[in-house]
């Protein structure tokens, strides 16, 4: 009896569902980067020191939800995970606050290194399962790479 095998590209694209099952399994990047296009087109008519002040302010409030989900999930009952978060809180309020003290041109960079500094929290976050669900730090993690990409490439304003 002889088995046929098929070519390694049939069998990815039957293990994956093909073009569907990939698009139904990348859905939260899609909503990552409609985030973030969202907030860059509203924040783009305001002044420049608006636009850092709101800027700031997100980056500090993605650690916060961070904090916030993962206390209502439970899973902050673990001291490192609980320091860890708290941690990152203060160290991402550092962050705004940098912004929000040097003028705009300079902003752009402090901020673009906080959403960089995020993606990098969201990786940990979606490899370790605990905290937000994958699909939110996947999410997250596309919109914080579009924001800081932005920032570094096209600035504020």
Not at 49 to 63: E, G, N, T
Not at 103 to 111: H, N, S
């Amino acid at each position: 009896m002889t088995r046929t095998t098929a070519a390694p590209t049939e069998l990815a694209t039957r293990r994956s569902g093909g073009l569907r099952g990939a698009l139904a399994r990348r859905w939260p990047a899609a909503l990552g980067a409609v985030a973030a296009v969202s907030s860059l087109v509203l924040v783009a008519p305001l002044p420049a020191p608006a636009q850092v002040s709101i800027s700031a302010w997100c980056v500090l409030l993605a650690a916060v939800i961070y904090l916030t989900w993962g206390t209502a999930r439970g899973d902050l009952g673990d001291r490192r995970l609980l320091t860890a978060q708290t941690a990152a809180v203060l160290a991402f309020g550092a962050v705004a606050m940098a912004a929000v003290a040097v003028d705009p041109a300079t902003a752009r960079y402090v901020l673009a290194a906080g959403w960089l500094a995020h993606a990098t929290w969201d990786v940990a976050h979606h490899r370790i399962g605990r905290v937000v669900p994958r699909w939110y730090a996947e999410t997250c993690l596309v919109a914080d790479l579009t924001l800081a990409t932005v920032l570094l490439t096209i600035g504020l304003g």
